[in-house]
């Protein structure tokens, strides 16, 4: 978007020094993040994440996930509805970005006043967190066709990589992202990793 503008006063700015020095400044942003966005889309599919894996209290990273949105004007909020004592095996800033990629979709989904729910939980070998929202949902062709396909997006102007990329560093972490999607009654992400106790 910021090409296509830039691409579109050019025609009648080009002349001014202003412009051309903001231009160049545009131009370098753009690049920069279309590296950065090259960069991380490399990464898959290499069979390896790179990243150390640690254990991490996914209870501790949910109370911070709903400190990030309190009290953020039209924002229903964030809250945890279960909190079971769980240790996983993980990269904690990796795990941070996808959750907040997650909530924030939710919130997106569901409008505004209308929070989103997280639920911790242990079973088994893995433990999970679910990010559950009230909002408009997806269909089952797709969720199955369409979510984690990239620049496929239901969202005006979405790109489709946020379900991609964060499917993918679950992936990296030994994990799974699992998703339950009704449309006209919400979204529900799951995503799984070992427990540190194994």
């Known amino acids: 978007s ?5 691409a579109r006063n050019a025609e009648r700015h080009a002349d001014n020094p202003e412009f051309r020095k903001d231009m160049l400044l545009t131009l370098g942003n753009a690049a920069d993040k279309l590296n950065a966005l090259l960069a991380r889309l490399s990464r898959y599919g290499t ?22 949105w309190q009290g953020m004007p039209g924002v229903g909020g964030v809250a945890v509805d279960r909190a079971d004592p769980c240790q996983v095996m993980a990269s904690p800033e990796t795990l941070e970005q996808v959750l907040v990629h997650l909530v924030q979709n939710a ?8 929070p989103v729910r997280i639920e911790v939980s242990g ?4 433990g999970s967190v679910a990010v559950v929202d009230s909002g408009c949902g997806m269909s089952a062709e797709f969720v199955r066709n369409g979510l984690f396909k990239p620049f496929v997006s239901t969202k005006p102007g979405g790109f489709g990589i946020g379900a991609f990329e964060a499917r993918e560093l679950v992936r990296a972490m030994r994990g799974s ?7 006209g009654l919400g979204s529900r992400f799951v995503v799984r990793l070992p427990l540190a106790a194994q």
């Open 2 to 6: 910021q090409l296509s503008l830039l």
């Open 47 to 68: 069979g390896h994440g790179g990243e150390r894996l640690v254990p991490g209290d996914a209870c501790a990273l949910a109370q911070r996930l709903v400190a990030r």
């Open 123 to 126: 079973e088994g070998e893995t």
């Open 107 to 114: 919130l997106d989904a569901s409008g505004p006043g209308i």
């Open 177 to 183: 992202l699992e998703v339950e999607s009704r449309e």
